[in-house]
């Protein structure tokens, strides 16, 4: 259900359009359906589907239609391409000139879950004429672990291979192979930097697309306000049949494993600091803490990722919105003291002259805490800002994160304004206030510290290192 917005309905044989055909290896010319194609082995979803229906499917790889299937069915109304697409035009056009691109590469999504990222490239193919969709979605597999891809590198027959995730280079491998590769991510941390982020659709958007599927009304408005702008959310609110919106690992009796991992964010497993914060969170050895988490990995709704030897949650708000509940306020003073010590500690790098710092990396010289905790606490603040209300065993929990960065940030000198500057969007989301006092605060001093990051860079690999912190500033003003 998506409305064709490219070629307005009728197909156009323009060279881009054949360009994009024959980039994916397509035998077939443009008609209604599919079946003029010339067997499996140019129509790889097909093949994949014929070798599971006699039971010879690889496992871990699945096509990007039934992925859609699954996450559209999974409400007690199928979602639609539509409520996907809404008010993400802008994403929605990046996607269209990857997919046309001449040559193969890699493109990143970041959604609030690596699934909706995923539902929002089949959602993106949807808008093409219905002779060329088809074809695009004959040759989209999804592999949900690196081994799944490595089944599908050698295929004879170019592939977008989709890819929950990957190790840093394996993704270029498969580019090598002549594979177009898209990453789906379900968090903020440890993204690429050319990441698109997928916007949230405006609430009344999502009650138009609502209604237009056939809810009610009353329970169109309901949703739309209760999912806070959310499609991840709003998938728990309508579940297709009652009690199957709660995976298992959200349980009472399981949600202690997760909720270590869900504070910290994510984290690298390889940094004895990244180890010694989470182990302090969790409460008991990290080994132990480990040992508990690892068998989730291989659940199918798995909530936790680990990539090498970075761990981080799949999807950070719909884990905080499944498992908030459980978390105690011995919980939140041991991840707030564990906050306090790595926002507070400075990357030791800023000491040095600018032309000597990318020279660190040989010597040892690097910050205590890696970016990928640093920013995964950041985004647990956020959601403790703003959906603080779930944790009901908290008293005022909305409020816990104003006195950490309001402390962090009055009396911050220039290497913690300078260190705190690339995580500046995330304490944004998590107190914009205090933020915002803080900021003011010392730009009132005689020689203001905050200046630092106006001081541009002039290192090998300079930077500006103000630009988070302006759109930080900036995006206060303009989300609700």
Request: charged letters at 20%; hydrophobic letters at 40%; one cysteine or more.
């Amino acid at each position: 259900m998506c409305r064709s917005r490219l070629g307005g309905g009728h197909a156009r044989n323009t060279g881009s359009d054949s360009g994009a055909l024959k980039k994916f290896g397509r035998t077939c010319e443009p008609s209604t359906s599919s079946t003029s194609c010339s067997g499996s082995s140019s129509t790889p979803a097909v093949g994949l589907w014929f070798a599971q229906v006699i039971g010879q499917a690889p496992t871990g790889v699945i096509e990007l239609t039934r992925a859609w299937e699954q996450w559209s069915l999974s409400t007690k109304i199928p979602l639609s391409c539509d409520l996907v697409l809404a008010d993400r035009d802008v994403q929605a056009a990046q996607l269209h000139r990857w997919i046309l691109a001449a040559e193969p590469s890699v493109i990143a999504l970041q959604a609030e879950s690596s699934s909706e990222a995923i539902t929002f490239l089949y959602a993106a193919i949807e808008q093409f004429p219905r002779e060329y969709r088809d074809a695009l979605h004959s040759h989209a597999i999804v592999a949900t672990s690196s081994d799944a891809a490595n089944l599908l590198a050698d295929a004879t027959s170019p592939l977008t291979i989709i890819l929950q995730e990957a190790e840093p280079g394996f993704s270029r491998q498969l580019v090598s192979k002549g594979h177009h590769v898209f990453l789906a991510f379900g968090s903020a941390a440890g993204t690429p930097e050319d990441v698109i982020e997928l916007s949230r659709p405006k609430r009344l958007s999502i009650e138009r697309e609502l209604v237009r599927m056939k809810f009610a009304e009353p329970d169109a408005r309901r949703l739309a306000h209760e999912c806070a702008r959310s499609l991840t959310v709003l998938k728990r609110l309508a579940p297709a049949a009652p009690g199957s919106s709660i995976p298992w690992w959200a349980s009472k009796e399981n949600s202690r494993l997760v909720l270590p991992a869900l504070l910290a964010g994510a984290w690298v497993d390889s940094e004895a600091a990244d180890r010694s914060a989470v182990e302090r969170i969790a409460g008991i050895s990290y080994d132990q803490f480990v040992e508990g988490l690892t068998p989730l990995l291989a659940a199918s709704d798995s909530p936790v990722r680990k990539v090498g030897t970075a761990w981080r949650i799949a999807s950070p708000r719909d884990a905080w919105l499944l498992i908030a509940s459980s978390i105690s306020p011995s919980d939140i003073e041991r991840f707030t003291s564990v906050v306090q010590d790595v926002l507070i500690s400075v990357d030791p790098r800023f000491g040095l002259a600018p032309d000597k710092r990318w020279f660190t990396a040989g010597d040892g010289t690097t910050a205590a805490y890696s970016d990928l905790l640093r920013n995964g606490l950041c985004d647990t603040l956020a959601l403790l800002s703003l959906f603080g209300k779930r944790a009901t065993a908290v008293p005022h929990a909305s409020t816990r994160p104003i006195p950490i960065i309001r402390d962090l940030l009055e009396k911050a000198d220039a290497a913690q304004w300078v260190d705190v500057s690339s995580t500046a969007p995330r304490p944004r989301r998590a107190a914009p206030e205090a933020l915002m006092e803080a900021l003011e605060e010392s730009l009132r001093r005689n020689d203001p510290p905050v200046r630092a990051l106006f001081e541009e860079d002039t290192g090998f690999f300079g930077s500006s290192r103000h630009c988070h912190l302006l759109w930080g500033a900036r995006s206060i003003g303009m989300e609700p």
